[in-house]
């Protein structure tokens, strides 16, 4: 399975935040819209800088308590940006994201535009549904071979 048809069918919205954002409004922000991540934007060029996770979050106020909710999310994006392409199959993106410790992944145009997002679950839900199909369309197949013999 692409990941095009994973975006495709989970839509291709992609929240951002700005640079100088604090880290308060982005979990505000991601709250709000029930989402697990958000892209950080440059200021000027509107390009993918970063991407801020419930994990990052949650490490930054671990290790600098509250005054991190009050820093700019630059301070504790994920940088590089884990990213994938419309055209990568499905089960190499999730083995490099489990391999690479992290849950979402931006995707994008083979000419390089934001396409989407996509997270760790949305990756299984998607495999385990085509593996369902399969074994469907096996079970199918071997009951109609069992018709078929004389009995």
Known sequence: MKIA???NRNGR???TVTEMTSMSEAADVM???SIGSVGVADGNTSAIIGLLTQHELTAAIAQHGPHALKAPVTAFMRNPVPTCYCEDNAA???RTMTRE???HAV???MLGAVAGLVSLGDLVAALLEEAQ???GVLRDMARSHLLALPG
């Open 31 to 33: 709250h709000r819209l």
């Open 107 to 109: 995707v994008r145009s």
């Open 13 to 15: 919205q992609f929240e």
């Open 133 to 135: 199909l399969e074994a």
């Open 101 to 103: 410790r992290c849950r």
């Open 92 to 94: 190499d993106v999730m």
């Open 5 to 7: 048809a994973i975006v």
